[in-house]
């Protein structure tokens, strides 16, 4: 069992930054990996970034470049920092995190936040 925590959503204007975290909670020894889905009125969710238990990282290609995902290992949390953003980011964001227990695979998710860039 894993309990994800987000926070950091809001309204920013084009260009500007933000950062969104996520602190997991319960079997966090069993999690792989964690990352951020989004999901925007009218698309279907789409992975944002994702990190593995070991450090390495993957991005979609409309968010490489200007997103950076991290994690904080001593506080169970991982980051989001969204800089130069533009309003096609704009969605409602959800973190993950996948876990094996007894040879099954969990994803927990997060309650979702929303994220808005506009003028």
């Known amino acids: 069992q894993v309990q994800l925590v987000e926070s950091g959503g809001g309204l920013v204007q084009p260009g500007g930054s933000l950062r969104l975290s996520c602190a997991a909670s319960?079997?966090?020894?069993?999690?792989?990996?964690m990352g951020w889905y989004r999901q925007a009125p009218g698309k279907e969710r789409e992975l944002v970034a994702s990190i593995t238990n070991s450090g390495f990282t993957n991005y979609a290609d409309s968010v490489k470049g200007r997103f950076t995902i991290s994690r904080d290992n001593a506080k169970n949390t991982v980051s989001l920092q969204m800089n130069s953003m533009k309003p096609e980011d704009t969605a409602v964001y959800y973190c993950?995190?996948?876990?094996?227990?007894?040879?099954?695979?969990?994803?927990?998710w997060g309650q979702g936040t929303q994220v808005t860039v506009s003028i």
């Open positions: 319960g079997s966090i020894f069993s999690i792989n990996a």
């Open positions: 993950y995190a996948d876990r094996i227990e007894r040879f099954s695979e969990y994803r927990s």
